[in-house]
């Protein structure tokens, strides 16, 4: 089975910083089939980017992302106080046919 | 714009099924893939089984053939059944669409781009 790992597992930033979160894979992941999410206390999560580097619909183009085979990133610049979520980053296709990495919780001081 | 509400029961006894229905507007379910995850208390995010079409329905190894989803086409309505569930399946539960979109590669992604706002199942007697 495919295992994500997320790192790191606390940011810590302060506004108008960038945060660079990385999303690690156990196997090779078709960029076609990696996503990012965001999830804010009691809400369910938001797709923020799909296929690597697609952003969602309404998506504000401070967040990136990128990478390719294992390694991918979701950075994100000019960081806001709304920014402060737990971020997931999802694969689709190996097995089990849909996995999520631990997250990475940002902080924004 | 797609919205998602979800229902069921907040307390399921051991041993007993869990049922859940996810109501769809603003799409039909027969337009897209459909799926049902949930979240552990201060957990990560678990897939739980995706619709694809009726004769195709996928669901997480993990759970060891024990989910089922179906839809009801007549009410635009996604379900899940969970059974012989035990306290390790509380958790916040999710219906979620899976959306594949087609990249310039030509090649699909698949995501889930809206959700139902969650129900909090407990397992307990």
């Known amino acids: 089975d495919i295992v994500m790992t997320q790192s790191p597992g606390t940011l810590s930033l302060s506004p108008g910083e960038s945060a660079t979160l990385s999303c690690r894979a156990s196997?090779?992941?078709?960029?076609?089939?990696f996503a990012w999410y965001q999830q804010k206390p009691g809400q369910p999560p938001r797709l923020l980017i799909y296929g690597t580097s697609h952003r969602a619909t309404g998506v504000s183009d401070r967040f990136t992302g990128s990478g390719s085979g294992t390694d991918f990133t979701l950075t994100i610049s000019r960081l806001e106080p709304e920014d402060s979520a737990v971020y997931y980053c999802q694969q689709y296709g190996s097995s089990p046919l849909l996995s999520f990495g631990p997250g990475t919780k940002v902080h924004i001081k | 714009q797609v919205h998602l509400h979800q229902s069921g029961p907040g307390l399921v006894k051991p041993s007993e099924t869990l049922s859940l229905t996810c109501s769809v507007s603003g799409d039909s379910v027969n337009s897209n893939f459909w799926s049902w995850l949930r979240q552990s208390p201060g957990g990560g995010l678990e897939w739980i089984v995706n619709f694809f079409d009726n004769e195709n329905s996928v669901s997480n190894p993990s759970l060891q053939s024990r989910a089922a989803i179906s839809v009801e086409t007549s009410k635009n309505e996604v379900s899940l059944k969970l059974r012989s569930v035990t306290a390790a399946d509380t958790a916040v539960y999710y219906c979620?669409?899976?959306?594949?979109?087609?990249?310039?590669?030509?090649?699909?992604?698949?995501?889930?781009?809206?959700w139902g706002q969650g129900l909090m199942v407990t397992v307990s007697s």
């Open positions: 196997q090779s992941v078709s960029s076609s089939y």
């Open positions: 979620a669409r899976l959306r594949e979109t087609l990249l310039w590669s030509g090649e699909s992604s698949y995501s889930f781009d809206s």
